[in-house]
């Protein structure tokens, strides 16, 4: 069984984050990059499948993401046995806030995909610096295969996965999709297993890291950010100083003031 995880580059949301000029996305020049969280719980979900049945994990990103080699050499420090990286004229479409629109990085995947099948295609279901889901459905749709999205596990066997689907409020079902499928994952069945900077380090020296041109394929329409703005302040925050006493005090007065407190 063949399984092909797409993984993508997005901002690390611990730095300070500054709109760009035109106030269409955010300035991405001195950003750290890392790898999506939701990506991160589709490999680690790949990876399991391989664990309990020897399936081929391949994990492939795009050359457009920056720092995207770095994260493809720690997905195979983590147990993938294959990292690609799509290069070529088709693989510099239009840019949006988030790099490469959700729509022309399914393309991308797309023409991939199309030259090298996957029985399984397991990818996030979606990204922090985007958030609209996309990504599965449009990459089902162009391979016409069928998908399941918000995804919490999969089981695979006799030609056809099990996944279970999460909804609101905690509930989940079981479903059952013909192989080959797009899955889009909420969370893996575990946590993401970590990879020391050592493994990472022999991945880079072992190689295994290959380049691929994809041939431009059309993206059809796609969500266009028409701008983005910092969410306006509503309040702010009040600091209390002194004695542990005095700011008890402090903070009684508060809640009488506001009626929360009687007496």
């Known amino acids: 069984m063949r399984i092909v995880v797409p993984i993508k580059a997005v901002p690390d949301l611990v730095e300070e ?11 991405r020049e001195y950003l750290t990059f890392v790898i999506s969280e939701w990506d991160a719980q589709a490999l680690e979900e790949a990876l399991l499948l391989k664990d309990a049945g020897g399936a081929e994990v391949v994990a492939v990103g795009l050359a457009d993401d920056p720092d995207i080699d770095q994260l493809l050499y720690t997905a195979l420090a983590k147990g993938a046995d294959a990292a690609v990286k799509l290069t070529g004229a088709g693989a510099a479409g239009p840019s949006g806030p988030s790099g ?3 729509a022309d990085r399914a393309a991308l995947l797309a023409a991939y995909l199309d030259a090298q099948p996957a029985d399984l295609v397991i990818t996030g279901v979606q990204a922090a610096d985007d958030l609209d889901g996309q990504l599965p459905s449009r990459l089902a749709a162009l391979l016409d295969l069928p998908h399941v999205s918000v995804v919490i596990g999969v089981e695979v066997g006799g030609g056809s996965a099990t996944v279970r689907q999460e909804f609101a409020g905690g509930r989940s079902h079981e479903l059952q999709v013909q192989m080959p ?31 691929l041109a994809v041939p ?15 969410p306006e302040a509503s309040g702010k925050a009040e600091m209390m100083t002194g004695s542990a006493g005095e700011v008890a005090g402090q ?5 009488r003031a506001r009626g929360l407190v009687k007496g």
């Not at 969370?187 to 880079?204: E, F, G, K, L, V």
């Not at 903070?251 to 809640?255: C, N, S, Y």
């Open 17 to 27: 984050i500054d709109l760009a000029a035109d106030e269409t996305g955010i300035d």
């Open 100 to 102: 490469t629109r959700t």
């Open 181 to 211: 499928a797009v899955i889009g994952v909420q969370s893996a069945r575990q946590a993401p297993r970590y990879a020391p900077i050592t493994r990472i380090r022999q991945a880079m020296n072992a190689g295994g890291l290959s380049e």
């Open 216 to 230: 431009a394929r059309a993206a059809g329409d796609g969500l266009v950010v028409r701008r983005v703005h910092r």
């Open 251 to 255: 903070i009684v007065g508060l809640l």
